[in-house]
Structures are given as structure tokens and as C-alpha cells.
């Protein structure tokens, strides 16, 4: 299906592939909070999806969802984890505004809406009247500025005083409100905000069981995660959790099959194949699906998913040597560059090397080749993937 990232819906009615295994990685290893940066339409929120499906307590059987599914086969201790949590489930995939006002009013619906979704806290006899009223002005969206950024670490003490059991708090594409800001110029007030609300809802909270965030960038050195010393995360450089965002050949070529066009699978590597993640190789999942749906029509669906104005701005403000770079690129060579997985919007423009960081991060270059340097960085040989970010580099990039 396209643009569906509701896990129940997606494998009630739809070829589904089978992700699962993700859970076990997870709680193989229980990390308190997790963080995974992949490119947009990598399959971040379905991802995400699947964990709360998973995870969260329910009226619902929501165990038959994974009852055919790999990870149901791995044993009892992993299955026993099924529907044992309060989930807490926000994206801000969404919040993309022109100003901070507007970008604040988007997120307070967005923590009412979650909140309104644990109605049963209203009507709890574990929280008192002081819980009830904090509920109600969030809910009401009468709440200060300074009270919503604790929003977070409230609900899940709420839920955890309701259920005796610690939440999951999950928030999916939690940089897209700061790449936004630093597109329309309230950079310093979206980050000044989420660095609260972040901190109150994964720092020190005896409330958490685990946390989970997606993102395209680290933004780590925003100071955002100040002091969070709990989070791991996992970028398009690390082998954990690597085939579990986008699609393998394999996962391609039984699709292909499945579809009785084994014979367009050379073609669809040649354009929607060629990024890794860690030591897998990758497909875009969004690209090959459209395929699919289009009846084996290549094109380049992905470009049109997003808002690309921010990497026409960093190319138009590019020096000299970063263009030829990118002209040597366009010409399917292969460039080394220093690649810092953490690296910041501001940093882009006043540091033009940067900008190889970014377009990887983002999905417009592959790695060839890594060499993990002292700093926990890289060096790393850089190409355009495939036929279809070649297309976007002609359209988008050097119209810039």
C-alpha cells in the first residue's frame, strides 16, 4: 500500500514485509532510549507503529497481529512482553509551519489529541484531583508555555500511577519541527522548547520503561539531549537494526516474484537500490512500492515526498569546492569526505563540508567505503546512489 503506516491496517489487508524481528533485537539488549535516523519514507513511522502495536495495553487482541509473524516464533520471553505497556505515541512528522506560533498550537494539538487517547486517566481513582486538573488544561489548551514542556514526563507518571506499570513514550520524526524552524528563521525557540520537553520525557524519569525517536538528523550537539546519558542511537552508519528501515534484494526480489515480475528486478536495482545502512544494502522503500503500483513504471517517485528547499539552499550558499564536488558526483565519480553523523542545521551553512553529512543523513548519497575515525566519526568514500537520486540531483540540486 502507499502512504499507509498504520501497522494493523497495513498487515490486516496488504502485503506486508515482515519486520518484527526488530522487537527481538530490541529486547535482546533493552536499551533505556533509542534513537534511529533514516531518510524520509524509509519507513520510520511504520517502524514505530509496529513498536506500539506491540508493546502497548489494549482492550483489543492486538497479540494476533504477531501471531504469524516472526517474532511470535522466538519464544515466550518475547511474546510475554506483548501488551504490557502504557504507550505514549507522538509524530511531529507533520509540524511544518512558517512560524513558532503556529508550530507551538500544532504541537499542543498533537500532546492534547495523545492525551485524549488515555481518557481513562479522567475517570482514574490512582490519580487525584491534581493530576486531573493538569489533564484537563492540556486537553483544554489553557496551559502555559513552561507547563507544556513537562507534558510528557506527566502523562507517562499519570499512566504509570493508573497501570502500576512504566510507560513507552515514543516520538516519531522529532527533528522535522526543528529543521523547519531553521527553514523560517524561530530555529532558537523550537529547539529551546523540544530540549524541555525531550528532557522531561526521557531524562531521569522514573516513569519510562523504554523511549524510542526517529529522525532524519542526530542534532545531538544542539544540546537538545543534554545530559541524556541513556540514549543510543543508531544511524545509517551503525550495523544494529540496519535491515530494518527500507528493503533488502532479498525482501525485493520475493516481492518481485510475489508480483510475477521477477524479471524487473535488474531495474529496480538500477534505480531504487544502492544505499547501506551499517553492512546491508538497501532499497527505498517508498520508490520500489510506487513500482510496484504503477505497474513497473520507473520514474522517481521519492522526490516528490518532500519538501526539498533546504538542500537547494545549502547548494545555492555552496564554496567553489563543494560544487565541483557535486558536479564530480553528478558524473557518477566517487568523493572522500569527513562524515559527522551529529551534525546541526546552522552547522551546514557556516561549515560548507558539512554538507556531504547532510545529504547522507538524508538519503541523497551512499556510502562506498567507511573508515571509523578516533572521534567516533568517519571518513567515507560518497556516491549517488541510484538512476532515481540522479534525477532529483538535475531537478532539485542544481536548479538550486
Known amino acids: 500500500p502507499i502512504g499507509i503506516s498504520d501497522f494493523k491496517e497495513l498487515v490486516e489487508g496488504y502485503y506486508y514485509v515482515d519486520k518484527t524481528l526488530m522487537i527481538k533485537e530490541f529486547l535482546d539488549s533493552r536499551p533505556k532510549v533509542s534513537m534511529f535516523t533514516r531518510p524520509r519514507r524509509f519507513g520510520k513511522t511504520l517502524a514505530m507503529d509496529m513498536l506500539k502495536t506491540f508493546f502497548e495495553i489494549s482492550e483489543q487482541d492486538t497479540a494476533k497481529y504477531f501471531e504469524n509473524k516472526k517474532i511470535w516464533k522466538c519464544g515466550k520471553e518475547y511474546r510475554n512482553e506483548q501488551g504490557k505497556y502504557p504507550v505514549i505515541f507522538i509524530t511531529f512528522k507533520d509540524v511544518k509551519f512558517s512560524t513558532w506560533e503556529e508550530t507551538y498550537s500544532s504541537i499542543c494539538e498533537i500532546i492534547a489529541k495523545e492525551y485524549r487517547r488515555h481518557k481513562e486517566l479522567l475517570t482514574s481513582d490512582k490519580c487525584d484531583e491534581f493530576d486531573k486538573k493538569y489533564y484537563r488544561k492540556i486537553v483544554d489548551n489553557t496551559i502555559t508555555e513552561v507547563s507544556m514542556t513537562r507534558a510528557l514526563q506527566e502523562l507517562s507518571y499519570q499512566l504509570n500511577k493508573h497501570y502500576g506499570q512504566s510507560a513507552v513514550i515514543i516520538i516519531d520524526e522529532y527533528d522535522t519541527p526543528i529543521q523547519q524552524g531553521y527553514t523560517e528563521g524561530y530555529y532558537d525557540h523550537i529547539v529551546g522548547f523540544m530540549r ?21 538528523l542526530r542534532v545531538a550537539k544542539e544540546s537538545i539531549f543534554s545530559g541524556l546519558n541513556n540514549l543510543t542511537v543508531h544511524t545509517i552508519l551503525d550495523e544494529k537494526y540496519s535491515e530494518y528501515f527500507g528493503f533488502t534484494s532479498d525482501e525485493v526480489r520475493q516481492m518481485a516474484k510475489y508480483y510475477n515480475v521477477a524479471e524487473k528486478y535488474d531495474d529496480i536495482c538500477e534505480w531504487y537500490d544502492g544505499y547501506y545502512f ?55 565519480q566517487i568523493i572522500s ?32 567505503k567507511k573508515d571509523d575515525i578516533p572521534d567516533g566519526n568517519s571518513i567515507c568514500d560518497i556516491a549517488i546512489p541510484n538512476k532515481e537520486i540522479f534525477y532529483v540531483y538535475e531537478r532539485e540540486i542544481l536548479s538550486a
Do not use: H
Open 196 to 216: 524541555n520537553l525531550l528532557s522531561g520525557a526521557f531524562k531521569d524519569n522514573s516513569y519510562l520503561a523504554y523511549g524510542f525517536l526517529t529522525g532524519i
Open 278 to 332: 551499517g553492512n546491508k544494502e538497501i532499497f527505498n522503500p517508498w520508490s520500489v512500492i510506487n513500482y510496484f503500483y504503477n505497474s513497473c513504471k520507473a520514474k522517481a517517485y521519492w522526490q516528490s515526498t518532500g519538501d526539498n528547499s533546504i538542500i537547494r539552499q545549502i547548494v545555492s550558499e555552496a564554496d567553489e569546492e563543494t560544487a565541483d564536488n557535486l558536479r564530480k558526483l553528478m558524473q557518477g
Open 337 to 368: 569526505s569527513y562524515v559527522d553523523t551529529s551534525v546541526i542545521y546552522p552547522e551546514i551553512k557556516n561549515n560548507p563540508t558539512t554538507i556531504y553529512s547532510f545529504l547522507l543523513a538524508a538519503g541523497y548519497l551512499k556510502t562506498v
